[in-house]
């Protein structure tokens, strides 16, 4: 099988759909052949020297590239003048918003192309290595973070000097996604306030999680599917939201906003009064420009000041060697999902492949149908009242056995105190009682104790050591000395272990 990697026209593209590094894996794991376009990795700042010593074959043309492959590689979707130089059969992975764009599915199904969109990948664990939206919405996160410092004319960070006190930048972020995640995590490193707003309700713990406060309205309503993503709130809800808007346009410095749905026109979140209410020297970056825009007054791929001095940023830079080296690594996942260059396969049945794969054997496969990323939580009385019954009954259980373990030493101890010396007796009635106690203690300990418990533990054997000592004799043949001996040998080894354990689980948390 043999792998073509074009250079990108689109416009303001730079990133490339293979790296020197992806290329060696392409070659020496999966088995392929590679063919690049002279200078398509250029703007992403990759020589064609570096390719060809990867591996790669490098071509001077598209038509060459084009007409070498069997599977394409790119970031952008094809255009018809790449569609013409297509052959029947040619798979291609890319970007191509299938439900913004049905007349470029019927294009590629038209010429018989076995067309992947990599924005299509359906957002379940085992296609997390695939999911081009998440690696490229984290870069996309800690950019706009980076861009909107690059425009606040202040700290992010407070301080207090000789001079004055400055106050810490406000960071209100509108969507908890990658991005979201990503630009709270940024903007709190670099130590602004940090606020977040999503509709969905599962996303508060890994807000505050980061350091971030989670903002909410008081009607209550879950935006959560089982899709991943949210759902069309109610008007209500719209309308306390917009009012929570209002409210922080006048607070905060800098917006950063990362709704978007895929095939469908980014939701209008910060209205023109939004920004009218903001002060002056403000920032907001706009995340979803390329479908629309989250603000109403946003220029897609333009940044510009508004009149009220908020400067709105609506294209970010793409970072592109780092994205395209992110990018190709999961396009090399899913490849290597379908297999080798010698047994390389399209497998319809597999989840992934087959909701992915929007045109094939000359057919249009969209939309497909739904999977579920995460099972939805579903109340059962039933399962509740049986899991209740199930924690009775081994309580239960457990106490019958701690009843009938006490019984049986009561006797045992009944039955040797008939026979045995006083002195005897006594030893053995606290040997007896240590061990069961000791045992019980350890054995109900949680996991997470287990290494603190080590140092009670290590103790004990110490005052274990001293006993043994003092009961050791001259003569090694009496059996005091034997035990004694055999205590003091148990201690050391327990001492010796705890201490090993510990320290290896010490080491796990220190710093390299």
């Given at each position: 099988?043999?792998?073509?990697?074009?250079?990108?026209?689109?416009?303001?593209?730079?990133?490339?759909?293979?790296?020197?590094?992806t290329?060696?894996?392409?070659?020496?794991?999966?088995?392929?052949?590679?063919?690049?376009?002279?200078?398509?990795?250029?703007?992403?700042?990759?020589?064609?020297?570096?390719?060809?010593?990867?591996?790669?074959?490098?071509?001077?043309?598209?038509?060459?590239?084009?007409?070498?492959a069997?599977?394409?590689?790119?970031?952008?979707?094809?255009?018809?003048?790449?569609?013409?130089?297509?052959?029947?059969?040619?798979?291609?992975l890319?970007?191509?918003?299938?439900?913004?764009?049905?007349?470029?599915?019927?294009?590629?199904?038209?010429?018989?192309?076995?067309?992947?969109?990599?924005?299509?990948?359906?957002r379940?664990?085992?296609?997390?290595?695939?999911?081009?939206?998440?690696?490229?919405?984290?870069?996309?996160?800690?950019?706009?973070?980076?861009?909107?410092?690059?425009h606040?004319?202040?700290?992010?960070?407070?301080?207090?000097?000789?001079?004055?006190?400055?106050?810490?930048?406000?960071?209100?972020?509108?969507?908890?996604?990658?991005?979201?995640?990503?630009?709270?995590?940024?903007?709190k490193?670099?130590?602004?306030?940090?606020?977040?707003?999503?509709?969905?309700?599962?996303?508060?713990?890994?807000?505050?999680?980061?350091?971030?406060?989670?903002?909410?309205?008081?009607?209550?309503?879950?935006?959560?599917?089982?899709?991943?993503?949210?759902?069309?709130?109610s008007?209500?809800?719209?309308?306390?939201?917009?009012?929570?808007?209002?409210?922080?346009?006048?607070?905060v410095?800098?917006?950063?906003?990362?709704?978007?749905?895929?095939?469908?026109?980014?939701p209008?979140?910060?209205?023109?009064?939004?920004?009218?209410?903001?002060?002056?020297?403000?920032?907001i970056?706009?995340?979803?420009?390329?479908?629309?825009?989250?603000?109403?007054?946003?220029?897609?791929?333009?940044?510009?000041?508004?009149?009220?001095?908020?400067?709105?940023?609506?294209?970010?830079?793409?970072?592109?060697?780092?994205?395209?080296?992110?990018?190709?690594?999961?396009?090399?996942?899913?490849?290597?999902?379908?297999?080798?260059?010698?047994?390389?396969?399209?497998?319809?049945?597999?989840?992934?492949?087959?909701?992915?794969?929007?045109?094939?054997?000359?057919?249009?496969?969209?939309?497909p149908?739904?999977?579920?990323?995460?099972?939805?939580?579903v109340?059962?009385?039933?399962?509740?009242?049986?899991?209740?019954?199930?924690?009775?009954?081994?309580?239960?259980?457990?106490?019958?056995?701690?009843?009938?373990?006490?019984?049986?030493?009561?006797?045992?101890?009944?039955?040797?105190?008939?026979?045995?010396?006083?002195?005897?007796?006594?030893?053995?009635?606290?040997?007896?009682?240590?061990?069961?106690?000791?045992?019980?203690?350890?054995?109900?300990?949680?996991?997470?104790?287990?290494?603190?418990?080590?140092?009670?533990?290590?103790a004990?054997?110490?005052?274990?050591?001293?006993?043994?000592?003092?009961?050791?004799e001259?003569?090694?043949?009496?059996?005091?000395?034997?035990?004694?001996?055999?205590?003091?040998?148990?201690?050391?080894?327990?001492?010796?272990?705890?201490?090993?354990?510990?320290?290896?689980?010490?080491?796990?948390?220190?710093k390299?």
């Amino acid at each position: 099988m043999k792998v073509g990697i074009p250079s990108e026209i689109a416009a303001g593209e730079q990133r490339v759909g293979a790296t020197p590094k992806t290329v060696i894996r392409l070659i020496k794991k999966q088995g392929f052949e590679v063919y690049i376009q002279s200078g398509a990795g250029i703007k992403a700042n990759y020589a064609d020297a570096e390719y060809s010593s990867s591996g790669a074959t490098i071509l001077e043309s598209a038509q060459a590239v084009y007409d070498q492959a069997d599977i394409i590689l790119k970031v952008q979707a094809v255009s018809d003048h790449e569609i013409e130089m297509m052959h029947s059969g040619q798979v291609s992975l890319s970007y191509l918003a299938p439900g913004q764009n049905p007349e470029l599915l019927q294009k590629l199904a038209t010429k018989g192309v076995n067309a992947i969109a990599m924005d299509a990948i359906p957002r379940i664990s085992r296609a997390q290595k695939m999911d081009v939206l998440s690696s490229m919405a984290n870069i996309a996160g800690y950019r706009s973070v980076i861009e909107s410092a690059n425009h606040f004319g202040r700290f992010f960070n407070g301080q207090i000097t000789a001079a004055g006190k400055v106050e810490p930048a406000k960071v209100l972020v509108i969507g908890a996604g990658v991005a979201g995640l990503a630009a709270i995590g940024t903007a709190k490193s670099l130590g602004a306030i940090v606020r977040a707003f999503d509709t969905r309700m599962e996303v508060e713990e890994q807000i505050q999680s980061m350091g971030a406060k989670f903002l909410t309205v008081n009607i209550i309503e879950d935006g959560s599917t089982s899709s991943g993503y949210s759902k069309v709130m109610s008007q209500a809800f719209i309308d306390a939201e917009m009012k929570l808007f209002s409210e922080q346009a006048s607070e905060v410095d800098i917006v950063i906003t990362t709704a978007q749905i895929p095939g469908r026109n980014a939701p209008k979140l910060w209205l023109e009064y939004h920004v009218a209410a903001m002060k002056s020297g403000s920032v907001i970056v706009d995340l979803a420009a390329s479908s629309g825009g989250n603000c109403t007054e946003t220029k897609d791929g333009e940044t510009y000041t508004t009149e009220n001095g908020v400067t709105i940023i609506g294209k970010l830079d793409q970072l592109p060697s780092q994205a395209s080296q992110l990018y190709g690594n999961n396009l090399c996942h899913l490849l290597d999902d379908m297999g080798k260059s010698d047994d390389w396969k399209i497998d319809m049945d597999d989840d992934v492949i087959k909701r992915a794969m929007v045109t094939y054997n000359g057919d249009v496969n969209w939309p497909p149908e739904p999977l579920p990323v995460s099972p939805q939580k579903v109340k059962s009385t039933t399962s509740e009242s049986n899991t209740n019954a199930t924690k009775v009954d081994k309580s239960n259980s457990r106490s019958y056995s701690t009843v009938i373990s006490l019984v049986f030493m009561g006797a045992l101890l009944y039955f040797l105190g008939l026979y045995a010396p006083k002195e005897f007796m006594g030893h053995f009635t606290v040997f007896v009682l240590s061990v069961f106690i000791g045992w019980q203690v350890i054995w109900n300990v949680s996991h997470s104790l287990h290494t603190p418990l080590m140092a009670v533990t290590n103790a004990i054997s110490g005052i274990i050591i001293i006993g043994g000592l003092l009961l050791t004799e001259h003569d090694l043949t009496s059996p005091m000395t034997i035990v004694a001996l055999i205590a003091i040998l148990v201690a050391m080894i327990n001492i010796a272990g705890g201490f090993f354990v510990t320290n290896r689980m010490l080491k796990m948390f220190r710093k390299k």
